[in-house]
């Protein structure tokens, strides 16, 4: 049971270039997230899927798109990748939603924009 | 729009010292609160998670309480050891959206 994956673990792109980070969990669990880290700034919810097929915008979603085709796979895309979008960027899950609503969180992923 | 603040920002402690980490937020309308831990470099461990009509929990040395009518959260360490260094994070998920919310954290030294 690995829990929550995230690849790549690092990476460098140039101003315009794109990317896509893909976010996995073993766990069956309904509800994906991702959220970006920045200093001062603190955590920060992009998107968020509530199952398969479906995906809704969190507080940050500019420049950034997503795709839940299967359950177990979460994907964040960033098509003209801009200096702004250095960060770390974590991918969540968890099985209920409200009041039981526990996250897990996969390992990040640091990514550099030049 | 529910705001989350973590007061201590950073903490140091000598080994073996009793301590508390606050967190309070805005609204007090919430699902739940979540504590967690972040190592440098890693993602968050999921520590005590209190929901809505609970007043506390509880694992190992950690216990985490909640006011909802006040908007505050308290997570007291017990018996502090070098091996609890890391930065705390509380979260809340309000009645209003399914996101959570975080605090900007407390960072915590214990020293040997």
């Known amino acids: 049971n690995a829990g929550v994956t995230q690849t790549p673990k690092f990476r460098v792109l140039k101003t315009g270039q794109s990317m896509t980070l893909l976010c996995a969990q073993d766990m069956n669990h309904e509800y994906m997230y991702w959220y970006r880290q920045d200093p001062g700034m603190g955590l920060r919810l992009i998107h968020y899927?509530?199952?398969?097929?479906?995906?809704a915008k969190g507080e940050v979603p500019d420049g950034y798109n997503v795709s839940r085709l299967k359950k177990q796979n979460f994907l964040l895309g960033l098509e003209s990748a801009a200096p702004s979008q250095t960060s770390v960027y974590f991918c969540?899950?968890?099985?209920?939603?409200?009041?039981?609503?526990?996250?897990?969180f996969g390992p990040g992923t640091r990514l550099t924009v030049t | 729009k529910q705001e989350v603040t973590q007061i201590p920002a950073a903490l140091s402690v000598p080994e073996g010292e009793n301590l508390v980490l606050n967190c309070s937020f805005t609204d007090s309308a919430i699902y739940n609160l979540q504590w967690f831990r972040q190592d440098p470099g890693k993602g968050l461990t999921s520590l005590l998670l209190i929901q809505s009509s609970q007043r506390e929990q509880t694992s190992g040395r950690l216990n985490a309480s909640l006011d909802k009518s006040s908007g505050r959260s308290t997570l007291y360490i017990a018996a502090s050891q070098p091996g609890d260094s890391a930065t705390y994070l509380c979260?809340?998920?309000?009645?209003?959206?399914?996101?959570?919310?975080f605090g900007g954290g407390t960072r915590l030294m214990v020293k040997p």
């Open positions: 899927s509530v199952g398969e097929g479906t995906t």
């Open positions: 979260a809340v998920i309000s009645n209003a959206g399914n996101m959570l919310t």
């Open positions: 969540a899950s968890t099985r209920f939603w409200r009041e039981r609503n526990e996250q897990y």
